[in-house]
């Protein structure tokens, strides 16, 4: 079926890395992409960048947002990269 969120890892290391996470992507096909797993201010250990994945998958304008409310109705018909920050 379709997929409409997926929320994947990003920063490599323990998990896939940027580029890895953009053939996932393209594979699935989902609605929204939220990435997640990648290096912040607050990590003692080195992860790759949500910069990298925003490079890979080609979403140079995307911002960070505090919040996300979703509902089916507010679905896009084309992918979209929502990047969460505290």
């Known amino acids: 079926g379709e997929l409409d969120i997926l929320m ?5 290391v323990y998990t896939i890395d940027a580029r ?3 053939q996932v992507v393209s594979q ?3 609605k929204i992409v939220i ?3 990648y290096q912040t201010e607050d990590l003692s250990f080195e992860l790759g960048t949500v910069d990298e994945f925003l490079e890979e998958i080609g979403e140079k304008e995307t911002r ?3 919040s996300l ?3 089916k109705a ?5 992918r979209q990269v929502v990047w969460l920050k505290k």
């Open 74 to 78: 507010t679905l896009p018909e084309e």
């Open 28 to 30: 699935l096909e989902p």
């Open 8 to 12: 994947i890892p990003v920063g490599g």
């Open 20 to 22: 890895e996470a953009v």
């Open 64 to 66: 960070p947002v505090k």
């Open 35 to 37: 990435p997640m797993h």
């Open 69 to 71: 409310k979703i509902t």
